[in-house]
């Protein structure tokens, strides 16, 4: 029996302190690690970091976002 598709979402996480396109990648080297991303948006000058995907868990993407040196709340 297939498993039922896994509707895909958008969460957006600000991000202050990043300022340059290390920072960007740095976060996207971080954040496609996590199991169910499928797409990751950086706005520098916003300061936010939108993920797409589909059952992609919150904590693991904020914990990459730390990991990769940055703290992050969901907005």
């Keep these: 029996m297939p498993s039922s598709p896994t509707q895909t979402e958008?969460?957006?996480y600000s991000v202050p302190g990043m300022?340059?396109?290390h920072c960007r990648m740095a976060i996207i080297a971080?954040?496609?690690a996590v199991?169910?991303?499928e797409t990751i948006d950086v706005d520098l000058d916003a300061m936010?970091?939108?993920?797409t995907g589909s059952g992609f868990d919150d904590t693991e993407v904020i914990a990459?976002?730390?990991e990769a040196?940055?703290?992050?709340t969901r907005q």
């Excluded at 936010?48 to 993920?51: D, E, G, I």
């Excluded at 040196?69 to 992050?72: F, M, P, R």
């Design 10 to 12: 958008q969460v957006t």
């Design 19 to 21: 300022s340059c396109s």
């Design 69 to 72: 040196g940055y703290e992050a």
């Design 35 to 37: 199991p169910g991303v």
């Design 48 to 51: 936010r970091v939108t993920v």
């Design 64 to 66: 990459a976002i730390d």
């Design 30 to 32: 971080e954040v496609e």
